[in-house]
């Protein structure tokens, strides 16, 4: 058996939460057994899960990338500052994301049989979520062989392009299924509101905006998935996967893609975020009192006047300014600011994808020539919904007035390092592994190497295979051939 947090306790007739102590639902090792649960019962417990997993599995990626360092006083992540990583670097977040998808293949599997096509579509979309994550990481992994139980105990590698083309196939049903899902009775009702969290409340009111919204996101992660590989030569692949759609087919300003199944300040209950960094409520733990601000990312907030530096940080009282550590100094800087106050909100909404991240994709796409549009507008409008997620509205026409060669698009002669800089700005701490993603594939913004004794001199560009599946799945790990994490490029990195 294996236990997955539940901060959705089922109760008979509602979304509620258990006065269970542990808080912990027992999912059957067997997901294909219908009589276990039901798509209904087991989707808000894997949507959930994909929030959390998104919002806190890459934390030590954004010490690469350049948001994070360690503060003084406390020991510094060998592996981290030195980059010389093992087979267990996140190597939990393999685990956990294989697990979410066993969930998802649960629910679409289930949904199907029981013609629950939203459900259906729901879990497809979701599972392209999941799986791009282990791509991005890990290039080839399991797909074809995976999730099949008692059936794939030892599932082959399959190339990272192929496991892209077919989720974008997945989505491009998905969204087929949500334009005219069959039966709309199984979608309309207040308890299929609390069900799917994503976008649930739509349900309320209106069935039809609810699947608008879902069409969005489902082509929005398309987008992303399509966006990342245009360093390796497939646009034409790209742009006929884009064929059609337009700004108002993806999310906008406003269509933060957010969920909230009713967070407490129960320390079981925590916004995931927030219980990253604290081990109960308004109790710190280790990871908030060793993690601060880098150098780096300071000085580059500081340098265009950026006010969302007081939502991604919080100024140590002792400071006169905003501090920062520099990344591989093993003393680190003494009042160093902190992870930011409005940003660790313990019963606030966790992130499946932000507005501002969807218009910075839209602006690339459209610098890129894969959809029309207007590149400038486009980008314009992803600060904006930056702004508004961090709650500085009343600062985005002064910000964007200066005359800074980082912000002015006029002014920029490299756009599409214009739009991943600040797009960096917005992913600070809200979607990481983006930053990285982003990092690897454009090289922007160059954020500073570690400057640790021990650094190999280079941030990773995979990751190593886990080593239990080493172990467990030896000859399919062989057969994937060998990993420099230096220099053995996931396919859409080159």
């Known amino acids: 058996m294996r236990r997955i947090i539940l901060f959705l306790t089922i109760l008979a007739t509602a979304l509620g939460f258990s006065s269970c102590k542990k808080n912990l639902l027992d999912i059957n090792a067997n997901p294909n057994t219908a009589s276990y649960s039901t798509p209904q019962l087991t989707a808000p417990v894997a949507i959930e899960n994909a929030a959390r997993r998104a919002n806190t599995s890459y934390i030590s990626l954004g010490f690469w990338v350049g948001y994070y360092a360690t503060s003084s006083g406390f020991s510094k992540p060998v592996e981290t500052y030195t980059y010389d990583i093992t087979s267990s670097f996140l190597a939990t977040t393999w685990d956990n994301l294989y697990n979410n998808l066993e969930d998802f293949d649960y629910v679409e599997s289930q949904a199907k049989a029981q013609n629950l096509p939203v459900y259906e579509a729901v879990a497809k979309v979701m599972k392209a979520y999941d799986y791009h994550q282990l791509v991005d990481l890990w290039g080839k992994v399991p797909y074809t062989d995976a999730l099949k139980g008692v059936q794939g105990f030892s599932p082959a590698y399959d190339d990272g392009q192929l496991v892209y083309d077919d989720l974008i196939k997945k989505i491009d049903t998905a969204i087929s299924i949500f334009k005219a899902p069959g039966t709309p009775n199984t979608i309309n009702s207040s308890l299929d509101a609390t069900k799917i969290l994503l976008f649930g409340n739509l349900l309320n009111t209106s069935s039809s905006a609810f699947l608008t919204k879902w069409v969005k996101f489902s082509n929005t992660l398309k987008l992303k998935l399509l966006v990342q590989q245009s360093q390796i030569g497939r646009d034409a692949y790209i742009k006929e996967n884009l064929n059609g759609l337009a700004a108002s087919d993806f999310l906008g300003l406003g269509d933060d893609a957010l969920i909230n199944p009713g967070y407490t300040t129960a320390t079981a209950q925590l916004n995931p975020w927030y219980g990253a960094f604290y081990k109960a409520y308004q ?137 991943i800089t600040q797009k960096w700005f917005a992913m600070n701490g809200i979607d990481i592994l983006a930053a990285y993603n982003d990092f690897r594939r454009t090289g922007f913004p160059a954020a500073p190497l570690s400057t640790d004794a021990n650094s190999k001199g280079k941030v990773p560009v995979r990751l190593f295979y886990p080593q239990r599946e080493t172990l467990l799945n030896t000859a399919n790990v062989l057969a994937a051939g060998d990993v420099d994490v230096f220099s053995t490029n996931v396919f859409w990195d080159k």
Request: net charge negative.
């Open 283 to 419: 109790s710190s733990g280790d990871t908030y009192n060793s993690t601060v601000a880098s150098d780096f990312a300071v000085k580059s907030y500081l340098n265009t006047a950026d006010p969302r530096i007081s939502y991604f940080y919080t100024q140590d009282p002792g400071a006169t300014t905003y501090l920062g550590s520099i990344f591989g100094d093993p003393s680190g800087t003494p009042k160093a600011a902190k992870i930011g106050d409005p940003s660790l909100q313990a019963t606030g909404n966790a992130i499946i994808f932000t507005a501002a991240e969807s218009l910075f994709l839209q602006a690339e796409a459209v610098q890129r020539g894969y959809i029309t549009g207007n590149a400038q507008g486009l980008y314009e409008d992803a600060i904006k919904a930056s702004f508004a997620y961090t709650g500085k509205s009343a600062d985005y026409a002064d910000y964007m007035a200066q005359p800074s060669t980082d912000i002015q698009w006029d002014l920029a002669t490299d756009k599409i390092k214009l739009i």
